[in-house]
C-alpha cells in the first residue's frame, strides 16, 4: 500500500523539517499542528475585523463604481458618533447639557441604535437569568413529570427566529391579531404597536426572552447538577436554611455556568437583528446590526457601515473583557 | 493503513509524527486542489442570461418563443433565471455582481426605482450607442415617456435600460357595495373619469357608512392603501397624492432626477401640508388632531402598518369597499371567495386638484406612481452583441401582447394596451380603458443617488405626522432640513 512505503525515498523535500519536528518536545510539536487552525481563524476571523476597519477610514461613493472614496481617517466615527449620519435613526445622538438629567438627546431614545441595543440586551439578560435561573431550579428538582416540563421549557428555544417572530408579528397584525386590543384593555399600547417603537422595543424583548429563556435554563442546569448533592446534606444537617444553602452552595459553585451562559447571551443580544426584521423591522427597533444593514443595502454607504460594524465589535468586546474579569474573580476561588 | 507502531516507552499504539504529518498533508493539499479545480465559468458560451424572477421564470418558454418569433436570431440561446421577488434583495445581488466585476448574467431585470444610481456609477451598457436606430426612435416614439426617463441618464438623457414593464396604481372597489348604497359607477364612467379625492371620501364614508361604519363590525374599512412607514410610501403612495393635490418633492418635475443641490425642496408647500391633514382624516376622523375638517373617517390607523400585502388581504377577504394597490391584485381579487367577479372593478386614484392647477409643472390630476421594470446590459458580458439582439426583440409589439396576456405585464408601449384584443388578455382585458388613463397620468420615482437616504427620510417624517405625533407643519419642515443637507452633501 502506498502509505507502507518509507518516506526518506519520496519526500526529500520534507525530510529536513520532519526530522526537525522529530526532535522538539511536546509542547512546539502541538504548536505545529494547530498552526493551520490558527491560520484559519487568522483569515476568517481576524482579516475580515482589519479589512472592516480599514474601510471604515474611507469615504462613501454613492456615485462612483467603487463604493469607497478617499481615505478620511476619522471622519465616519465622528459623524456617528455626534448623530451627523445621514440616516433616520442615528447610531447615537447624545449631548452633554447644564441641567438634569445631563443629557439631551438629538434623536428620541429608541431611534439610537447604541441605546436600543444596550437596553435591549441588559434587559432580556437579566430577565433570561432571573427566569432561567428559576426554571433550572425547578427542573433540577426530582418530581413526577419532570421530562415533560422539561420539554415545555424547551420549546420555545426549537422554534426559528423568524418563525418566533412571525408568531409574535401576527399577534400584533391589526386585522387578524388579538395582542392588540388585548394590550390596550390593559391600558399599555397604542393603535399601532408594530409601527411605535416603544411598543415594538417591549414586544421583540417579551419575544426574546420568551425564546432564549430555555437556553439560560438548560446551561444553568448543566452547573446545577455538576454540584456535589453531599455539600447539600452537610449543610442540612448543620442547620442551614434553604436561603442559606443556595446562598453558600448554589450560587458561587454554579457562577461560573452561569457566567458563561450570561456571556454567550449578551453576546447574542448586541447582536439582535432576525428578530426584529421578522417583527417590527428597523425602521421602528433600530438595533446596532440593524443600523449596518441599512447602510449597507439601502443607502450604499459601505464605509458607514463598516464604521457601524466596527463600533459594534468594540462594543461587543467591552462585554466580553468584563465577563472575562468576573469570570476570573468568580472562578479563582475554586479552581 | 497508516504503520501503527508500539511505543517501547508507554506501551501505547501510536503513529509516529512523520507518517502522521505526511498522511495528513496529502490529504490537505487534495482537498485543496480539489476546490481550486471547479473553477467558476466565464459567461463566454452557453445561452444569454436574463435574471429575472420566478414568475417571469415560469413563462420563459412562452416568452422566449415570442422572442424568436420577433426576429431573434434563432442560433442565439436565451435563459430566463428566477431572481430574488423582493426588489431591495434583487439590487443587492445585482450590485455585488456589477461590484465583482462578474460576466454573468448578461442582462438584469432593474426596478425603474433604482436603475439610475448603477447608470450614474457607471455599471452599465449604454444602449443609446449599442441598440439600432430604429429601435431607439421607437422607444423615444412611442414607450411611455416617464419610464423610459428613469432608464436613462437624467444628464446626458442616453438610454441605459430598456422599460419592460411599466406598473401604476389603480383604485380596487366592491361595485356591488357601491350601488347597493345608490350610486353608479357605470354611468358615471367612474373607470375612466376619475373623482376628486373630496368626492371620493364621501362615497367611501357613505358606502361605509351603510354597511356599518366605523363603529360596526360588518366591513373593517372604507378604504386601505399603505401609509407604513416604507420605501413605498415615499416613492409612491404619499408621492402620488401630493402630487394630485398639485404639490412635488422638488418643485417642477423635471427635477425629480436631479440636479442634486440645484433644485428647490417643496415639502412645506400647502398641497404637501393638505396631503398629510386629508391622510390624517381618513385615519382619525376630521375631528381629531391635524386633521383636514373637509374630510370625512374612512379607514383607520391600521393603514400606518399596511404595506401592498397587508392591505390587500381584507379587501380581498371583503373586508374592504376601496383599495388603491397596483395591477398585480388585479387577478387575486378576481379569485376572490368573498365576492364575484362581477362585483369588483378599479377605477383611476382620486385627483387633489384638475391637471395642470398645480403648483408646479407636471403636478394636478390623478397622479399614480410609476412602479416597472427595465432589461439593463452587463457591461462585462462576454456577448455584447447577443445580448443587445435580445433586447432589440423585446422591443417588440408582439412580445408586449405575449407578456401582457401570459403574465398580466402591461406594455411600455401604451398604445399597445389599448389597441389589444381584450379577449386576447385574459383576466386584466375587462380593465384596459382604466389601466390607460392611469398610464397616461403616472408620476416617477425621484430616483436620485441621493434618494435612498432621502425616501427614508420622507417615510419617517411622514408616519411621525400621519402618527400625529408632530403636526405636518413641523414634520414637512423637519424633513426640508434633512432633504437640504443631503443635497448638499452630494451636490457636485
Known amino acids: ?125 437579566v430577565f433570561e437569568t432571573v427566569i432561567g435561573f428559576g426554571q433550572a431550579l425547578v427542573i433540577d428538582q426530582d418530581f413526577y413529570g419532570r421530562r415533560w416540563v422539561r420539554v415545555a421549557i424547551i420549546i420555545p428555544w426549537a422554534i426559528p427566529i423568524v418563525i418566533q417572530g412571525m408568531i409574535f408579528f401576527l399577534i400584533f397584525n391589526p386585522t387578524i391579531g388579538w395582542g392588540t386590543e388585548f394590550m390596550q384593555w390593559l391600558g399599555v399600547f397604542g393603535d399601532n404597536p408594530l409601527s411605535s417603537s416603544t411598543d415594538s422595543f417591549f414586544i421583540v424583548l417579551v419575544a426574546d426572552i420568551w425564546k432564549t429563556t430555555a437556553f439560560m435554563a438548560l446551561l444553568i442546569l448543566a452547573g446545577l ?62 438595533s446596532l446590526t440593524c443600523l449596518v444593514i441599512t447602510a449597507l443595502q439601502e443607502s450604499r454607504r459601505w464605509a458607514t457601515a463598516s464604521a457601524v460594524a466596527f463600533l459594534t465589535a468594540i462594543v461587543i468586546s467591552a462585554f466580553v473583557v468584563a465577563y472575562l474579569v468576573a469570570l476570573r474573580r468568580s472562578s479563582g476561588g475554586v479552581a | 493503513m497508516v504503520n501503527a507502531d508500539i511505543d517501547p516507552d508507554d506501551g501505547h499504539a501510536g503513529v ?91 442582462i438584469f431585470m432593474m426596478d425603474s426605482g433604482w436603475t439610475i444610481p448603477f447608470i450614474a456609477r457607471d455599471q452599465l451598457v449604454n444602449l443609446s450607442e449599442e441598440l439600432s436606430s430604429d429601435t431607439l426612435d421607437y422607444v423615444d416614439g412611442n414607450y411611455l415617456e416617464s419610464a423610459v426617463s428613469t432608464a436613462s441618464d437624467p444628464e446626458t438623457g442616453d438610454l441605459y435600460g430598456l422599460p419592460l414593464f411599466p406598473d401604476y396604481p389603480v383604485m380596487h372597489y366592491r361595485k356591488d357595495l357601491v350601488e347597493e348604497a345608490g350610486y353608479d359607477p357605470e354611468g358615471d364612467n367612474w373607470a ?68 442634486i443641490g440645484d433644485r428647490p425642496i417643496t415639502v412645506t408647500d400647502e398641497p404637501v401640508l393638505n396631503t398629510i391633514r386629508m391622510m390624517r382624516s381618513f385615519m382619525e376622523g376630521p375631528d381629531a388632531e391635524y386633521a383636514h375638517p373637509d374630510f370625512p373617517q374612512i379607514s383607520n390607523s391600521d393603514l400606518r402598518s399596511f404595506t401592498e400585502e397587508p392591505s390587500r388581504e381584507p379587501f380581498t377577504s371583503g373586508n374592504a369597499i376601496f383599495h388603491r394597490n397596483w395591477p398585480y391584485a388585479i387577478p387575486l381579487n378576481l379569485d376572490s371567495e368573498e365576492f364575484d367577479a362581477e362585483d369588483y372593478d378599479v377605477m383611476p386614484l382620486p385627483y387633489g386638484v384638475e391637471s395642470g392647477e398645480g403648483m408646479y409643472e407636471g403636478t394636478g390630476g390623478p397622479a399614480a406612481a410609476l412602479g416597472g421594470w427595465h432589461l439593463s ?91 400625529g405625533e408632530k403636526s405636518p407643519e413641523q414634520a414637512m419642515s423637519d424633513l426640508e432640513s434633512s432633504l437640504e443637507s443631503l443635497e448638499e452633501d452630494l451636490a457636485e
Not at chain 1, 438629567?101 to 434623536?107: I, K, L, Q, R, T
Not at chain 2, 412580445?399 to 383576466?427: C, H, I, K, Q, R
Request: glycine share 10%; with cysteine; hydrophobic share 40%.
Open chain 1, 1 to 125: 500500500m502506498a502509505t507502507d512505503t518509507p518516506a526518506d525515498g519520496s519526500g526529500s523535500v520534507f525530510a529536513r523539517p520532519l526530522n526537525w519536528l522529530e526532535t522538539q518536545s511536546e509542547e512546539v510539536y502541538a504548536y505545529v499542528l494547530l498552526a493551520p487552525a490558527f491560520l484559519l481563524l487568522g483569515v476568517v476571523a481576524f482579516y475580515p475585523l482589519i479589512a472592516t476597519f480599514r474601510f471604515s477610514l474611507l469615504a462613501n461613493s454613492l456615485s462612483g463604481a467603487e463604493p469607497f472614496g478617499e481615505f478620511i481617517g476619522l471622519g465616519n466615527y465622528v459623524d456617528l458618533l455626534t448623530g451627523e449620519t445621514p440616516f433616520t435613526q442615528q447610531f447615537i445622538s447624545v449631548t452633554l447639557a447644564d441641567g438634569f438629567p445631563f443629557v439631551e438627546f438629538g434623536a428620541p431614545f429608541l431611534q439610537q441604535a447604541l441605546l436600543v441595543t444596550l437596553a435591549f440586551a441588559i434587559a432580556s439578560v
Open chain 1, 225 to 286: 447538577q455538576s454540584i456535589d448533592r453531599g455539600l447539600y446534606d452537610v449543610a442540612r444537617v448543620s442547620g442551614a436554611s434553604p436561603w442559606q444553602r443556595f446562598k453558600y452552595i448554589t450560587l458561587p459553585l454554579v457562577a461560573p455556568a452561569l457566567l458563561v451562559a450570561m456571556l454567550f447571551r449578551t453576546l447574542d443580544a448586541m447582536r439582535i437583528y432576525g428578530l426584529i426584521d421578522a417583527t417590527a423591522g428597523c425602521e421602528t427597533v433600530p
Open chain 2, 16 to 106: 509516529s509524527r512523520r507518517r502522521f504529518l505526511e498522511v495528513t498533508g496529502a490529504t490537505g493539499a487534495a482537498v485543496g486542489l480539489a476546490g481550486c479545480g471547479g473553477s467558476g465559468g466565464d459567461g463566454g458560451d452557453g445561452p444569454i442570461q436574463i435574471t429575472m424572477d420566478g414568475e417571469w421564470e415560469g413563462i420563459s418558454d412562452s416568452v422566449i418563443e415570442s422572442l424568436y418569433e420577433a426576429g431573434l436570431d434563432e442560433s442565439i440561446e436565451v435563459e430566463i433565471l428566477p431572481g430574488d421577488f423582493e426588489s431591495g434583495a434583487r439590487r443587492s445581488e445585482f450590485t455585488s455582481a456589477l461590484d465583482a466585476g462578474r460576466a454573468s448574467p448578461d
Open chain 2, 192 to 259: 375612466t373619469e376619475p373623482l376628486s379625492w373630496r368626492e371620493f371620501a364621501e362615497v367611501a364614508a357613505d358606502v361605509w357608512e351603510q354597511n356599518g361604519g366605523p363603529d360596526g363590525d360588518e366591513i373593517d374599512y372604507g378604504y386601505t392603501t399603505q401609509a407604513d412607514n416604507y420605501v413605498g410610501l415615499a416613492c409612491c403612495t404619499f408621492s402620488e397624492t401630493i402630487t394630485s393635490f398639485g404639490g412635488a418633492y422638488f418643485g417642477d418635475h423635471e427635477n425629480l432626477f436631479g440636479p
Open chain 2, 377 to 467: 446590459i452587463n457591461p462585462n458580458t462576454q456577448r455584447l452583441d447577443e445580448a443587445v439582439q435580445v433586447l432589440e426583440a423585446f422591443a417588440n409589439e408582439d412580445v408586449m401582447v405575449n407578456n401582457f396576456s401570459e403574465g398580466g405585464y402591461l406594455p411600455p408601449n401604451p398604445s399597445v394596451t389599448e389597441s389589444v384584443d381584450p379577449e386576447e388578455v385574459g383576466a386584466l382585458g375587462d380593465f384596459l380603458d382604466t389601466l390607460a388613463v392611469s398610464g397616461q397620468n403616472t408620476v416617477p420615482r425621484p430616483v436620485t443617488v441621493a434618494w435612498p437616504d432621502q425616501g427614508s427620510q420622507v417615510a419617517s417624517q411622514v408616519s411621525d405626522a400621519y402618527a
